[in-house]
DNA sequence: GAATAATAGTTGATTTTGTAACTAACAAGA
DNA sequence: TCTTGTTAGTTACAAAATCAACTATTATTC
């Protein structure tokens, strides 16, 4: 029994996976990167602040399935760039509520407008119904719901 | 005209396929880091040495579209360990052959079933028709065919 | 209410990646 | 042939990610 030899490396998922999370990453990043001088786990923060309101590291870390240090030092940055504003929180002081200053919420405003507008060229490579199957596998691939 | 408000960040493609890839290599990555001690540049190099038989660094920066330093690093590493011989070649004697050598060879075929199974487990979550689609979109976000 | 364990977040050391400059070999045109 | 340009691959340095150890605070247990 001769071994079977049909295994192409670009199917296989975690490839093909990364590599389209690469490339359909390179255009915003250009955005926030070369724009905003931020990286991406900054605007990762930025976005959740922005989208969710106020929260903790903690809780961004959890939905943004990102290490601690990651957040701490993105917080850090945003924070030494007054986008966002730290507070004790007085019920557990260990932990700050993070929130967004108002020149912190104009970028993530003109930002999230051209996430918009990136996330619609990306989508215009598929049908709608595509889109929403793609969605939904990735958010299961995600571990998400 | 008040701003909308229905972006979700969990919707964001560049997000999305990002927290999938990742998640979605944890699985195989404790194969080949924990186990076999390689990092993904070099299971990388390894499987197209394995998969297309002899190549040289710059053919297989094409194919895995990896940058020439990750992949001069990565051969170096796996020449290093003996999984692969590098030859100059005569017609050219800026590049080199690369080839597997029989040790090499062997973690190929190892790391390779491991990946056949892990891609097996990852397809169950889906139809056979949605792994096709899946495939297909990520070929194109990709930016592969 | 001490002592111990657990948690939020930070910091430092190490590893890995990214960027740019470099060497060596080939290619093309004058 | 000599100059100029291009290409394959490496190396050095800077930026970023990872991992472990740390501080401060809260929770738990005896």
Redesign the interface.
């Known amino acids: 029994m001769t071994?079977k030899d049909d295994?192409?490396?670009?199917?296989?998922?975690?490839?093909?996976?990364?590599?389209?999370?690469?490339?359909?990453?390179l255009g915003?990043q250009r955005t926030y990167k070369n724009r905003y001088g931020m990286l991406r786990t900054e605007w990762?923060v930025l976005?959740?602040l922005g989208?969710y309101g106020e929260m903790t590291a903690k809780e961004i870390g959890e939905?943004?399935?990102m290490h601690k240090t990651k957040i701490s030092r993105a917080v850090a940055k945003l924070s030494q760039r007054r986008y966002l504003t730290r507070t004790r929180d007085e019920h557990d002081r260990r932990s700050e509520r993070l929130t967004l200053t108002p020149a912190g919420l104009v970028v993530y405003?003109e930002l999230?407008q051209e996430?918009?507008a990136?996330?619609t060229q990306?989508?215009k490579?598929?049908t709608a119904g595509?889109v929403v199957?793609?969605?939904m596998?990735?958010?299961?691939?995600?571990?998400?719901d």
Not at 9 to 23: D, G, T, W, Y
Not at 137 to 144: C, T, Y
């Open positions: 071994e295994f192409d490396l670009r199917n296989f998922m975690p490839f093909l996976l990364n590599l389209a999370a690469e490339q359909s990453s915003f990762r976005f959740h989208n939905r943004a399935v405003r999230r996430a918009e990136y996330e990306l989508g490579q598929f595509e199957l793609l969605r596998m990735l958010r299961r691939l995600a571990g998400l």
